[in-house]
């Protein structure tokens, strides 16, 4: 079985200032890690992903997430927050070899001006 | 390149008619998915399908769904005697190959059930 969980509903920070939204998984076997962000009546939107490798990966929009398998996290990051980032992003984690992603809950990120 | 292609966006219809939700894939793309998105719980799995086949329909209830993607055309969702639990979003996604690749989703058809 597979299993991600996203442990805050919402994050707020200001603009200008680093933002991290937060995800753990649990998974048998090597994990595969994506991360997708959703626009008000749009659909996911992929951001990034981790398969092997570097720890730290680097996707769209200046993002990027660590992979600490010890803390079976994967922690969504970014230097410096704008307005336009404000959306709901989405953790997935699929095992190795399978082809179907579990995804969480969502986490609705608000970034004030 | 369009992209995954939804349509309608948006479908109203009475309890006890069907619901037809059609998603056209990326140019090159042979794997299609389908997920379900309800407020508060997050994006759910409903069926996989290549052409002409139906992977993996473990996410799908047993009864009034029904999913196809066949050789010419676009997947189809097909929902039965609505009822209005199926409000939700109806999201499509593909890849063009396993889903490691990372999926493009469609925007979804958001159906409504009166």
């Known amino acids: 079985a597979q299993s991600v969980a996203q442990p805050e509903d919402q994050v707020n920070v200001a603009e200008g200032n680093p933002l991290t939204v937060k995800c753990t998984y649990s998974?048998?076997?090597?994990?595969?890690l994506f991360w997708y962000v959703q626009y008000p009546n749009r659909g996911l939107q992929f951001l990034l992903k981790?398969?092997?490798?570097?720890?730290l990966v680097k996707g769209s929009y200046g993002f990027e997430a660590e992979f600490n398998k010890s803390q079976t996290s994967f922690h969504l990051k970014k230097p410096s927050a704008l307005v336009s980032d404000s959306a709901l992003y989405f953790c997935?984690?699929?095992?190795?070899?399978?082809?179907?992603?579990?995804f969480g809950r969502g986490t609705s990120l608000i970034v004030h001006p | 390149n369009a992209g995954v292609m939804q349509n309608p966006r948006h479908l109203v219809r009475r309890r006890g008619q069907e619901a037809r939700l059609r998603c056209s894939p990326m140019?090159?793309?042979?794997?299609v998915y389908w997920y379900r998105q309800l407020p508060e719980e997050g994006l759910k799995f409903m069926v996989y399908?290549?052409?002409?086949?139906?992977?993996?329909e473990s996410g799908m209830p047993k009864e009034r769904f029904s999913a196809e993607f066949p050789k010419e055309g676009p997947s189809i969702l097909r929902i039965q005697q609505v009822v209005r639990g199926d409000s939700a979003a109806y999201f499509c996604?593909?890849?063009?190959?396993?889903?490691?690749?990372?999926?493009?989703f469609g925007s979804g058809t958001r159906l409504t059930v009166v």
């Open positions: 996604a593909s890849s063009p190959g396993q889903a490691e690749y990372g999926y493009t």
């Open positions: 998974v048998s076997g090597n994990p595969y």
């Open positions: 981790y398969i092997t490798g570097d720890n």
């Open positions: 997935a984690v699929m095992k190795g070899g399978s082809y179907i992603p579990t």
């Open positions: 140019k090159g793309h042979s794997h």
């Open positions: 399908l290549q052409k002409e086949n139906i992977i993996d």
